[in-house]
């Protein structure tokens, strides 16, 4: 049974930092890459970060470039989001997601196989 579990979310000021962790559990050793997703209220859902396993390559979308980091813990089964400058925008419900399989495109949302049950960010102006 694969699980996934983010934690570290919370209230922050505009400017601030946060760091999402995503702890993972079950059959971890068989993901291909893993993402995070951020859901705003009344909005779709979008691609914020993921990062492949076997390169450590690493990726993400253009609103967060530059202000976001996502790694991974191999020994631990953890991957984090480290957010910083964080807007009110960022505001949102942050989703992690594990992919199954190889080659598959990493910001969509489709091509993920399991998912967290989300963390709750909110930032202050």
């Known amino acids: 049974q694969v699980q996934l579990v983010e934690s570290g979310g919370g209230l922050v000021q505009a400017g601030g930092s946060l760091r999402l962790s995503c702890a993972t559990s079950g059959r971890s050793f068989s993901f291909y890459a893993m993402g995070w997703f951020r859901r705003a209220p009344g909005k779709e859902r979008e691609f914020v970060a993921a990062i492949r396993w076997s390169r450590v390559q690493t990726y993400y979308a253009d609103s967060v470039k530059g202000r976001f980091t996502i790694s991974r813990d191999e020994a631990k089964n953890t991957v984090y989001l480290k957010m910083n400058s964080l807007k009110p925008e960022d505001t949102a419900v942050y989703y992690c997601?594990?992919?199954?399989?190889?080659?598959?495109?990493?910001?969509?949302?489709?091509?993920?196989?399991?998912w967290g049950q989300g963390t709750q960010v909110t930032v202050s102006s």
């Open positions: 997601a594990a992919q199954s399989g190889p080659g598959r495109i990493l910001s969509g949302s489709t091509t993920y196989t399991y």
